[in-house]
């Protein structure tokens, strides 16, 4: 059964209507044992936490519920932050996490050939398919993904089978879908469909994943006045929702701008931003709009580490934000690059080549280290005082000063560019 609702204009779908259609989800099913996939707290606004204590409570009294978080490479949650995420309804005894060095398995391999044909012959390896364990556990009657479809830096639009394959994925396929994203371009593919990672996850999903009892549950959020408005919910297994919810977040959660913009100012929330690699969501989703020459500011009382696990925040500090070519020199010279490719798109992505000014306005790092990795560094408090996110609204600000900025709240939810670069 596919399932597809649009919010009428200004409004958000009601948590009546969302509940029925979650309901309607799962109607007519035999159910003794269900997994569920929601995304982490970087996903805070996806509505997906709000989705997963629904199933939980539709499901809890009828058959054991599990909750698996997609976390990919990010930090387990802890109990405070699923409290966060999810509300009081999801005990933590039922959340398990998932790590993708060591839970994975194989289950088949995207062959060189197909790679170098959709990478337009910039890469050419294979990427083997792995998966937590647990999707391949036959006890499970049904599987649900859960999560967010909006612009993305590695796959071009996030979520479907994404949440999959590098949410519950292993470290080869997360490693080399997003250096293949990274080497094809950002700008190439934020905001679209079929990337040439996306043809990637799209072939795992034809050849591999066609016996896991998976159901999909898509979101397109946006944010306004702090509040999130569920704007549309897609459930089924058919790529076609996929499709309608990518043209519906095109529609929400793009913002085009007709001037490059010279100085931007981005807030990261704290419950949601812990590191410079999720962080780094102020800087790809932005620098299609940003002028050459320009400067972004980037208030991040919350980022204390720049790799989510250990292993990634050595490789960043070592070689630091240096660009695309500065990176790829050394990947074909450096072994630990070479074996975290994942690391090595992180740097690319979190890079403005040159390009514009980054400067972090941090607590929980010191100077010398957010100088060490290249990036320019102001204290929080002083940020703030300057460009105070209480006081100013997404968009254009004038300062009391005079100066003129673009403020974003979150840069989690949207892309921002040039329609003139977006169109090519």
């Not at 990337?195 to 549950?217: G, N, Q, T, W």
Request: some cysteine; glycine content about 8%.
């Amino acid at each position: 059964m596919n399932i597809s609702v649009k919010a009428a204009d200004n409004r958000s779908i009601s948590d009546d209507v969302l509940k029925e259609s979650l309901k309607k989800s799962i109607e007519g099913r035999k159910l003794s044992k269900v997994l569920l996939l929601p995304p982490d707290l970087t996903r805070l606004h996806s509505y997906a936490g709000k989705i997963a204590a629904m199933y939980y409570n539709i499901l809890k009294d009828k058959c054991q519920v599990d909750i698996m978080p997609a976390v990919g490479t990010h930090e387990a949650l802890t109990e405070e932050e699923c409290l966060e995420f999810f509300g009081p309804d999801i005990p933590y005894s039922s959340v398990i996490t998932h790590n993708w060095r060591t839970d994975v398995v194989k289950v088949g391999t995207v062959p060189s050939e197909f790679v170098k044909e959709v990478s337009e012959g910039l890469i050419d390896y294979s990427i083997d398919v792995e998966v937590n364990k647990r999707l391949l556990d036959k006890t499970y009657d049904l599987i649900i993904s859960i999560g967010q479809v909006v612009p993305h830096e590695v796959v071009g639009m996030a979520n479907y089978t994404k949440n999959i394959l590098v949410g519950c994925g292993g470290k080869s396929i997360i490693d080399r879908s997003h250096f293949l994203g990274a080497v094809y371009g950002m700008e190439r593919m934020m905001g679209r469909d079929h990337s040439p990672v996306r043809k990637v996850f799209d072939y795992a999903e034809e050849h591999f994943l066609k016996d896991i009892p998976l159901m999909y549950v898509l979101t397109v959020t946006t944010v306004t006045g702090g509040n999130v408005n569920l704007e549309g919910l897609f459930i089924g297994r058919e790529r076609k929702l996929f499709e309608e919810a990518v043209k519906l977040s095109q529609q929400k959660n793009l913002t085009f701008v007709d001037k490059p913009l010279e100085k931007v100012v981005v807030y990261l929330d704290e419950r949601e931003f812990k590191s410079t690699w999720v962080g780094g969501k102020a800087i790809y989703r932005t620098r299609m709009a940003i002028a050459d020459g320009g400067e972004l500011i980037i208030l991040a009382p919350g980022v204390r580490k720049f790799g989510e696990d250990d292993a990634i925040d050595k490789i960043v500090r070592k070689y630091g934000y240096v660009g695309k070519m500065k990176i790829l020199e050394y990947y074909k010279a450096n072994d630990d690059l070479k074996e975290n490719l994942s690391a090595a798109a992180h740097i690319i992505h979190g890079s403005s080549d040159g390009r514009f000014s980054v400067t972090y306005a941090v607590e929980k790092l010191s100077k010398e280290e957010i100088e060490g990795v290249n990036y320019k560094y102001m204290p929080f408090a002083e940020a703030v005082e300057k460009y105070n996110p209480a006081k100013l609204k997404d968009g254009f600000n004038t300062l009391d000063n005079g100066e003129e900025i673009f403020f974003i709240s979150n840069p989690a939810i949207g892309l921002w560019a040039r329609k003139s670069l977006f169109e090519k």
